[in-house]
């Protein structure tokens, strides 16, 4: 194989006019064998996508050709990228990727699929090569234009391919990624379709008619067709995408099951393997031996290999002093949030060996306060319009590729409507930073539609992510640089309304100058002795209010605060609350939120208090935050109630 | 005001060929007074987007004195249907809807955005004629698909009429939705675009540039245009489009903020009210007076309105009788369901009086086992491609339009992907049944993409519904049955492997031939008095191993299990559990499924028992299901060391 490899150094980079013929010969001849191990491995496996595998393996086989991208410079700055969107279509992908050097071929197909190796059946960043797992489909196109944003603002010269199923394409997703890409000039991008006209369900025409060349160009593409099993033309089409002064997709055609006769052109095996007679004719007719096949199926018996874990450096950012908001500034946090951004990236802009810092917008900038950053920071700024999928991937994927990640959003948008793609950037080990504003009832005058009244809900059933929730603007100033100097995929939610400034009892800033933001950390705002009321967010102030109505009935209540409701440390707590009781208060449903973490932790503690939490318990009304909030039984004198109603 | 309605009669139905010029004028004058409610509503409610009410609402007039739709005709069959897509027009849509005598216009004028009154900011079921709530954009097309489709079963003859912001039309679900359409002929469908070229950040062509008439004329519509203020060219191109063979768009040019001078043409009064002297000035403009002006604010002290609440009426199906699997049969529940789903529907297909079933699919008939469904219904089974978001709110909307609609998915797209639809679904108070295949770590081979470990953990996020996680293929059987006839949004997951059959200790079936599925009900699957193994789904069958294996120890464990964690009768679960211990056990996320609802229960009752909760800590291999459980910690000798452990 490496002779072969060795032929095409002149085409690394489309340097040469065109192949020659020796040159499409190696690269048939890598081809061949990656075929061959397409579908060993999902025999060996007795599982995988080997119809989408054979007919993707060409397009894979002259991009790792052709690209700035080799083993050697896997972590490189500045090289080239390459997306498999349709992710089903592992076997082709990893296959290629072997025969390129990137992995070991026999560990490869001795353990495609077997539980604990890094080899999944839908491409994982585990696998060096992969920048973006994906398998879900419609979003590999948006993580390209995520790739593209940070090799911009990273001022990089780097050519991002993203290679799709045709079966994708109606997937709405793929339609706003396409926008995006247009709109920003994205000429760094190409995508590739492997279009053999078939999916799961049969024929593409019969499942779903799109008229897949008129979608990309009446979204500014230029559209490139080619012979997705002839290395001139898959050559030929890429130099013209190379050239193109927009992003360009080339429509590979090809042929289903490419390469095995009885899989050629049926959706038969779309999704599984040959097996018994079939797979000795395949492992014949591509040229293989059984002996072979039988060698690498008893190497499945081996130690699993190592799974890499792809790490996102923490960021390189000046993070500026804090703002302090006295008792005299009525500021809501999203004001806070917004200049605390705009601060650390105007500090940091174009400063020599600094992370820079993006920021996505969906047509909401001033209600998130994004608008100070756009002016400050020019470039930097992603307007995405109303196209919340693709924003969420590319913003998800940008946050690996070198950038700090900024997308600000309502809630509803920045994590209702794109719960699956937070999800997925969760599972590639993202960093993105997503600001959610309006959540909770507190979005003024909106109504039901737009109240997130599940933040924490959805966050926590996102594995490894954070949320914060901050009680004032000191504490979501101080969260808001904490946060962009952190790795890992971080929300922080707030709500629409102007807030007092928390207060110590001493009438300074709770959350002062001296305050440095601490994941986890249970803010003690108040001390009592009679009962507990556990806050979270803008509840925080209420709480306050209802600790004070309280204290002038002789009863002495403590007020704790969680900014963190996923990360609360539980011994802290239980020694916290005592024997109770405790009433939970938050603008946020009352099962799956503040409330159920902490009786999550006090039920694995074995401890039993009484208890009663606070919060939505409906779909709620349409009105100003205050009225909405006092209709749901959450003004300070319901807290009070609570209180008393468990003394 | 009815002097002019009478004129309009001969407009019904578009029955005259043009409008007469005193038509034109009826329709000219009930735009004026609606643009002054809008105006005078969103002053006296401080809040709510006048620019764009007022540039759609000669569309929604039009489509008021043209549809066969009236105040007498609310609720029924075969009427035509209007949807607000840009649902942030409520001021003009509800301002119309006063005029055409559907809603009382003072108290519309004078409760607009307050809270716990029906006329909340974005258009909802609460005020009548408005058949689907919306407000996140990008949903209602998919809405009228539904409605097409529900007709269609139905047998009516119906017009759908969506009315859409242009901000909106690059969200990807609009194309979706679009293409089903297409692909379906739904003829009856006309789309109507307030094109008046801003949003809240400005010009459409700055913040997102789309070619909109390229994208529908792609996708198959006839796209017509129209002088979106003029009555004559409105009705003409109604008309155009009712004659069209395909499903037809009409760009309407309009002018945002028309009729009151300082609003024309400028984004800024998108999300504001005028106030002050400008407001002063516009009521002028518009011909109205300030003291009804004030007549109007002072109502607002009135009690408020009543809120209508929108009733699904249970469906009328004969539900047959159980299938009973014995411990011969090794099924999986995807089956079980399958075959109820398809006996259900084919026993009242076709027959009088009875509810139709319809049954939608993302390209995955065979392994969501719609197929059979499919064959023995014709017409009834609708390919949707691989277009979820689309399906979901058009699923969801054929709810509520007099058919059972039944959408069977993968768990990751069911919910995960389409959070904020089936969210929007509970708003609707719709009665969608999602079928949720593949859920847990039972998904073969797929890996960590395809693991939908957060089913119970969403569905509890959306307020109102039930979530359903059948055992065995018994309990899928009866569950499948009992969810067809009831009334609400419904989710039954299941993963996707054969399991055996759940016995008694007899050795007969548990959910034998006598056994009615229990919505919330436990089951007592074993008897035991040492410690108690509480179980969710696939999981009962591993519990009841675990159970035998300590049993063997000379352990006695009790094993109950659940299929209705959101639905569990917290006073039977805390006198079973008793004093503990207690071991958790799903195929879930062990922080927020059935463990959480335990945790909840207990501590909500002051109850502190030794428990454990096992569950999915983090995202899963890639193997087959019951490699990647052991490798989770989920097997049957996981169970049992949980249980030692308490002891």
């Given at each position: 194989m490496n002779g072969s490899l060795g032929k095409l150094s002149g085409v690394r980079n489309l340097a040469a006019d065109r192949l020659t013929a020796?040159?499409?010969?190696?690269?048939?001849?890598?081809?061949?064998?990656?075929?061959?191990?397409?579908?060993?491995?999902?025999?060996?496996?007795?599982?995988?996508?080997?119809?989408?595998?054979?007919?993707?393996?060409?397009?894979?086989?002259?991009?790792l050709a052709t690209a700035d991208l080799t083993p050697e410079k896997l972590t490189a700055p500045g090289r080239d990228r390459i997306v498999a969107s349709h992710g089903h279509t592992s076997a082709g992908f990893y296959s290629a990727l072997a025969a390129w050097g990137f992995i070991d071929r026999d560990e490869l197909v001795a353990n495609f699929r077997r539980a604990g190796s890094p080899y999944q059946g839908h491409v994982e960043r585990s696998v060096p090569g992969v920048d973006w797992g994906t398998g879900n489909l419609g979003q590999g196109l948006s993580a390209g234009v995520g790739f593209a944003l940070a090799a911009r603002a990273l001022g990089e010269e780097r050519r991002i391919f993203v290679v799709m199923g045709d079966g994708e394409q109606p997937k709405g997703q793929v339609a706003e990624a396409r926008r995006i890409a247009s709109k920003e000039k994205l000429r760094s991008i190409t995508a590739l379709i492997d279009y053999n006209g078939i999916q799961?369900?049969?024929?593409?025409?019969?499942?779903?008619?799109?008229?897949?060349?008129?979608?990309?160009?009446?979204?500014?593409?230029?559209?490139?067709?080619?012979?997705?099993?002839?290395?001139?033309?898959?050559?030929?089409?890429?130099?013209?995408?190379?050239?193109?002064?927009?992003?360009?997709?080339?429509?590979?055609?090809?042929?289903?099951?490419?390469?095995?006769?009885?899989?050629?052109?049926?959706?038969?095996?779309?999704?599984?393997?040959?097996?018994?007679e079939l797979l000795a004719k395949a492992i014949a007719e591509l040229g293989g031996d059984m002996a072979e096949l039988e060698r690498l199926r008893a190497l499945r018996m081996s130690p699993l290999p190592k799974v890499r874990r792809a790490v996102s450096p923490a960021p390189s950012l000046d993070l500026g002093a804090p703002a302090v908001y006295t008792a005299q500034d009525k500021k809501d946090n999203r004001g806070a949030f917004g200049a605390a951004l705009a601060d650390v990236a105007e500090r940091n802009y174009g400063a020599a060996g600094r992370t820079p810092v993006i920021a996505f917008d969906c047509d909401l900038a001033v209600s998130v306060k994004l608008d100070s950053f756009?002016?400050?920071?020019?470039?930097?700024?992603?307007?995405?319009?109303?196209?919340?999928?693709?924003?969420?991937?590319?913003?998800?994927?940008?946050?690996?590729?070198?950038?700090?990640?900024?997308?600000?959003?309502?809630?509803?948008?920045?994590?209702?409507?794109?719960?699956?793609?937070q999800r997925l950037n969760a599972i590639n080990d993202a960093s993105l930073k997503t600001v959610l504003t309006h959540v909770g009832l507190d979005v003024g005058e909106d109504g039901m539609t737009h109240q997130c009244i599940d933040y924490v809900a959805l966050a926590r059933a996102i594995l490894g992510c954070k949320i914060i929730v901050p009680a004032d603007p000191n504490q979501t100033d101080r969260a808001t640089r904490w946060m962009l100097g952190q790795p890992g995929n971080i929300f922080l939610a707030m709500g629409r309304g102007a807030l007092p400034v928390i207060l110590s009892e001493d009438g300074a800033p709770f959350f002062g100058k001296d305050y440095a933001y601490r994941y986890g950390g249970i803010d003690r705002l108040r001390e009592g002795r009679d009962a507990t009321i556990l806050a979270m967010g803008h509840m925080a102030g209420s709480a306050i209010a209802a600790r004070d109505a309280l204290a002038a009935k002789g009863i002495s209540a403590r007020v704790l605060h969680s900014s963190s409701p996923l990360g609360m440390d539980a011994s802290e707590l239980v020694s916290l609350v005592g024997a109770g009781p405790l009433v939970t208060c938050e603008d946020h449903e009352a099962d799956t939120g503040l409330g159920a973490a902490a009786a999550l932790c006090l039920a694995r503690a074995g401890v039993?208090?009484?208890?009663?939490?606070?919060?939505?318990?409906?779909?709620?009304?349409?009105?100003?935050?205050?009225?909405?909030?006092?209709?749901?039984?959450?003004?300070?004198?319901d807290i009070a109630q609570a209180v008393e109603s468990l003394l």
């Open positions: 020796e040159q499409s010969g190696a690269l048939e001849g890598i081809a061949a064998s990656c075929r061959l191990d397409s579908v060993m491995m999902t025999a060996i496996a007795a599982s995988g996508h080997t119809g989408g595998a054979l007919s993707s393996i060409d397009i894979f086989n002259i991009l799961i369900s049969g024929r593409i025409e019969d499942v779903m008619p799109a008229d897949i060349p008129a979608l990309w160009s009446a979204d500014g593409w230029e559209v490139i067709e080619c012979d997705g099993h002839s290395y001139p033309s898959l050559y030929d089409a890429l130099r013209r995408a190379d050239a193109s002064e927009s992003p360009a997709v080339i429509l590979c055609r090809t042929v289903m099951g490419k390469g095995v006769s009885f899989m050629e052109g049926t959706e038969e095996y779309h999704g599984k393997p040959a097996s018994g756009a002016k400050k920071c020019p470039g930097r700024f992603i307007q995405a319009g109303i196209q919340e999928h693709a924003t969420a991937t590319a913003a998800g994927a940008a946050s690996v590729a070198g950038v700090v990640s900024v997308w600000a959003d309502f809630g509803v948008f920045g994590l209702d409507e794109t719960y699956n793609q039993a208090v009484r208890m009663k939490n606070l919060g939505v318990t409906r779909y709620g009304d349409s009105g100003s935050s205050k009225d909405v909030i006092a209709r749901m039984g959450l003004a300070p004198g």
